[in-house]
């Protein structure tokens, strides 16, 4: 792949998992994490998801942080910065091929029980919160996917959409300060940081005008379509690598 085409295969990752994460409070990870793994490997791609989707989350934050629900929330947020540790211990330790089929594996798990609206009597209450809190954390050290036990737990607790939307991008900001911290930055060009950074422009400012416009419910189900395509892939790239060894 040419460095152009490379460039604007990575700007457009970036602006269209922008873009959803700001109409949908979540999908960013979903969205990215198995293009980014394919375009700059696992480890890298994971760390800028963390960064881009901790920015997203900020953005989106500055006009519905009012709206967060502190007590209900901040259990997570603890459960999570202890998890968060371990999955990066655990991503740094497996082989290349091994780590892209789990992240195509994770992906692909977190879609279908999110499609699935499965119900969880061990995710209420404050148990739940931490069980939660703790899986979205080692997932998003790992693998870059921390939204979807932010989503189950949800689902669960019977929030609605309007509560739910200020609070994951809360949880966002901080699950992805806490994996930044323990992953580091990825490793990439100067210009690869300045495409990254005019995605994520251009992406929260179109989601912007359109989060009032779209429905949630049409969004939601494209986001989960496209991220189960991207998990199978992954999947599938990370075991012939390993059929190939």
């Known amino acids: 792949m040419s460095g152009a085409v490379a460039a604007l295969a990575l700007g457009t990752v970036i602006a ?17 994490v198995p293009a980014l793994a394919l375009l700059l490997g696992p480890s890298d791609g994971v760390a800028l998801v963390n960064c881009a989707a ?24 603890v459960a ?33 029980l999110v499609l699935a609206g499965a119900r969880v009597a061990s995710l209420r209450g404050t148990r739940g919160a931490l069980v939660a809190g703790g899986a979205g954390g080692f997932m998003n050290a790992a ?24 609070n994951a991008l809360f949880y966002g900001v901080a699950l992805n300060v806490f994996s930044v911290a323990a992953n ?3 490793d990439l060009t100067t210009p690869a940081w ?30 989960m379509l496209l991220s189960l395509a991207g998990g199978l892939t992954t999947l599938l790239r990370g075991l012939w690598e390993l059929g190939g060894r």
């Not at 269209?16 to 990215?32: E, H, N, W």
């Not at 901790?54 to 947020?77: D, E, H, N, Y």
């Open 16 to 32: 269209v998992g922008a873009l959803v994460q700001r109409v949908t409070g979540m999908g960013f990870a979903l969205v990215s």
């Open 54 to 77: 901790g920015v997203v989350s900020a953005a989106g934050l500055v006009s519905t942080w009012r709206q967060v629900r502190l007590p209900a929330i901040s259990v997570l947020v």
């Open 80 to 112: 999570a910065a202890c998890a968060v540790p371990l999955g990066t211990w655990t991503a740094a330790r497996l082989p290349e091929p091994v780590l892209l089929a789990f992240l195509g594996a994770a992906v692909t798990a977190a879609v279908l």
């Open 143 to 166: 693998a870059g996917v921390g939204g979807p036990a932010l989503s189950l737990y949800a689902a669960n607790a019977d929030w609605p959409v309007r509560q739910f939307v200020p």
């Open 184 to 186: 580091g930055l990825p």
């Open 194 to 223: 300045l495409v990254t950074m005019v995605g994520l422009a251009a992406g929260t400012l179109l989601g912007e005008g359109l989060a009032r416009r779209v429905p949630r419910a049409w969004t939601r189900h494209a986001v």
